[in-house]
């Protein structure tokens, strides 16, 4: 049973490609995949490109991130922690991460 401190994540097999390509669609999403990709980071750590944005706002895009299986939010603490789940994403779909994270930034 998830818990607000034991958030449901999908197994690597319920990873689904429309929804992967949906949360790397928004360019915040994205913004918050890249800075993933060099380690994990505390939540409140993740900058984004506006940085007035609701919390709310923040935790929309982190949840759209975990449900489609890109990231793994869990507790740090008082905080989350977030992981980029390359080990999981490249298992289901090989040269997908690298292929979006390598795009040029518009």
Known sequence: MATPANLPHPTRADLDLPSVLFALSDP????????????PLD???????????????????????????????????????????????EARFPGLLPAVLDAPVQ
Do not use: F, W, Y
């Open 28 to 39: 915040e999403r994205l913004d918050i995949v890249r800075q993933l990709r060099s380690g």
């Open 43 to 89: 939540m409140a750590d993740c900058s984004l490109r506006v940085p007035d944005m609701p919390k709310s706002t923040k935790s929309h895009l982190m949840k759209v991130l975990r449900e489609a299986g890109i990231i793994r939010n869990e507790a740090n603490g008082r905080g989350r922690r977030l992981t980029l789940r390359s080990e999981d994403l």
